[in-house]
Every structure is written in C-alpha cells, then in structure tokens.
C-alpha cells in the first residue's frame, strides 16, 4: 500500500493516536502524518501510508483552512479551551471594532508560537518547559494569512464566541491568532474550537472517519480509503525515458536534454511514481527515490 488517507480526526484522540488506527487496520508500521492536530481539535488530517510517508514535507508544507471559535474575554494559559482559563475584564467589541481587528492579521506577519507547543530551543520543548512552570521564550516566526472571514458571533455573560473561517499557510497558530487577537482587541482570547477543513489538497467533505475506516477494514476494503499520493503533491510533474530513469532510480546526477523549468519535480516512469528531483540548469538530481 502508498498513498494517503483523507481521515476526519475527531476532538479527543492525538494525531499520533490516529497513526496507531492506521497501523492497527493496516497491519503496516510504515505510517505517519502530515500536519499534527491537537487533541481539542477536530477535520482532516492527512494519513500517510506506505512510502507516502517520504513525502511528509512537501504535503505539510501546503496551504490550510480551518473553522475557528474566539472566545474573548477570557484568557488561557494554554491558549486554547484547555486552560486553566481566567475571566479578563476588558471591554467586549462591537462587531465594527471586531472586524476590524480580524482584518489586521491579514497577510504575512510574524508570530510567537503557544508556550504550549512543540517548538524547541536550545534543545527544550516549549510546552514541556511550561509544565515544568519554567516557559521558555520562543522567537517569532514568519506566517501567512490568506484570508479571515467572519461567520458569526455569540455574546454570553463576559464573553464573546468569534466564529472565523480562515486560510493559511503552513505553521500557522490559530491559537496564537486568538491569543493575539484578545490583547490587541484588550479584552484577552483563547481559541475555544478548531476544524481543519483543508489541507494537502484535501477537503473535509470527503474525509473518513476512524469507524468508517473500521467498517471499511472489517469488509477487507481499506484500499478504497487510499488516494495516490502523487496527485496531492504540490510539484510540477517529469517523465523520464528508459535511460533516465535507470540513473535517477539508482541516484545519480543527469543532465536532461528537456527545456522544463529549474526547480523541483514529481518524477515518473510513464505512471508510475520513482520520487522526486531537483533540476537545476539542466541537471536532475534525486531528492527522494522510492524503492521499486
């Protein structure tokens, strides 16, 4: 099996939990994923399957939609619902106020991760040092926002849910997004809900979740649940003739008489996948080579 699997997380289980379903119903260890969700967080999560999984990178790498609530007027240790949480007794906005705020986290800005995260430094995990009640400070990092509409609001007593679609580009924070929002609005934030609903070329509306997957395995019928990697690949595609491919499957350098652009390529022998290149002033050379 290769390819990937279009899995609709639930809210609760890891994205590593969701790896060990794969495994399980596969009966395969080479499986891993593109994109971590956290536990509170819900939609797709890319499954890699098989050599999918040399491909991680590049389907990580991609653009991002996710269906957010802000709640403002508290704030969160965490960042997100699971807290400790704390009233804020800021102001609550209005919705002009409100919109304009959201407007401003359009485009490419930089951003400090959660304590609470994965992010390293000096060897330490952010959020292993804030449990540890010693949080290490984290230096911001270059994101984008592709756009952020706003689909609704609840106002309850001291708070006010913020319902966002929002695109982005890789290693994003949707928590910190909220976080930030809640200081610049001064009334504190924290991310209450997330759904991713695209990423990798994947859309929500399609994706499976774990019982189906289960239903699928027990009928001996997981293969309907894997899609050919290749097609999610953010890359411009290369076939080789006989000749070149012999030297790109065993690794080495070539010069290709083909006038396709620099830059890097998917790599394909008639249909089938052999991995991905690098062609730079007309030499290829392997990146990535899957064992044939």
């Excluded at 899995?7 to 790896?19: E, F, Y």
């Excluded at 009233?87 to 304590?115: H, T």
């Excluded at 804030?130 to 949080?135: D, T, V, Y």
Aim: charged fraction near 25%.
């Amino acid at each position: 099996m290769l390819g990937v699997v279009n899995l609709d997380k639930p809210v609760g289980p890891t994205s590593h939990d969701m790896v060990g379903l794969l495994r399980r119903l596969t009966g395969m260890r080479r499986i891993g994923h593109a994109g971590t969700l956290d536990p509170l967080a819900s939609g797709v999560l890319p499954i890699l399957v098989g050599s999918a999984t040399r491909f991680s990178e590049e389907l990580s790498g991609g653009a991002k939609r996710y269906t957010a609530v802000v709640r403002l007027g508290q704030r969160s240790a965490t960042d997100d619902a699971e807290g400790p949480i704390s009233p804020d007794s800021g102001p609550l906005p209005d919705d002009e106020r409100l919109e304009a705020a959201l407007s401003s986290f359009v485009g490419a800005f930089e951003q400090v991760p959660p304590a609470f995260s994965a992010r390293k430094r000096d060897g330490m995990t952010a959020y292993r040092a804030a449990r540890a009640g010693k949080p290490i400070e984290l230096a911001p990092r270059l994101v984008r926002v592709e756009r952020i509409d706003l689909l609704g609001t609840v106002r309850g007593e001291g708070w006010l849910d913020v319902e966002i679609d929002l695109r982005c580009g890789a290693g994003t924070y949707v928590r910190s997004i909220a976080r930030d929002l809640g200081e610049l609005l001064g009334c504190g934030g924290h991310l209450h809900a997330l759904r991713r609903t695209e990423a990798a070329g994947l859309h929500v509306e399609t994706a499976l979740t774990p019982a189906r997957l289960e239903e699928l395995a027990e009928a001996d019928r997981l293969a309907e649940a894997i899609l050919p990697v290749e097609g999610l690949l953010p890359l411009p595609h290369l076939a080789l003739g006989p000749d070149e491919v012999r030297r790109f499957v065993h690794g080495a350098a070539q010069t290709l008489a083909s006038s396709v652009g620099d830059g890097r390529h998917v790599i394909y022998d008639g249909p089938e996948l052999l991995g991905i290149g690098t062609l730079e002033a007309g030499v290829l050379r392997p990146d990535k080579v899957l064992s044939r």
